[in-house]
Nanobody, 124 residues
Framework: QVQLVESGGGLVHAGGSLRLSCAAS????????MGWFRQAPGKEREFVASITRSGNSTRYADSVKGRFTISRDNAKSTAYLQMNNLKPEDTAVYYC?????????????????WGQGTQVTVSS
């Protein structure tokens, strides 16, 4: 069983930055692909970014491309989401997720384990 704990959320003004962390335990982190998703009130959960197990391939939603960067440190069993130039529409609960196959995906249904989420609020 893999446990994921997100941190780093908070309240920031538009144009500001936040760095989310996702600490994993209970599994072989370096074997897993990682993804970040978000869910705003009244909306479906949506893909934000993903990274392969080696970290050499990443994917981003069009809405965050050029502003967000996903990375990972396999030695620390931690994934990160650096968020720059934040916009009010980025306000959501952000979740990290693990896909055991090691191949990243934009589909939430293909991820096996999820964190509890961290709130990001961007004020205008």
């Amino acid at each position: 069983q893999v446990q994921l704990v997100e941190s780093g959320g908070g309240l920031v003004h538009a144009g500001g930055s936040l760095r989310l962390s996702c600490a994993a335990s209970g599994g072989a982190f370096s074997n897993y692909a990682m993804g970040w998703f978000r869910q705003a009130p009244g909306k479906e959960r949506e893909f934000v970014a993903s990274i392969t197990r080696s970290g050499n391939s990443t994917r981003y939603a069009d809405s965050v491309k050029g502003r967000f960067t996903i990375s990972r440190d396999n030695a620390k069993s931690t994934a990160y989401l650096q968020m720059n130039n934040l916009k009010p529409e980025d306000t959501a609960v952000y979740y990290c997720a693990v896909r055991r196959t090691g191949v990243s995906s934009t589909s939430s249904g293909l991820y096996n384990y999820w964190g509890q989420g961290t709130q990001v609020t961007v004020s205008s």
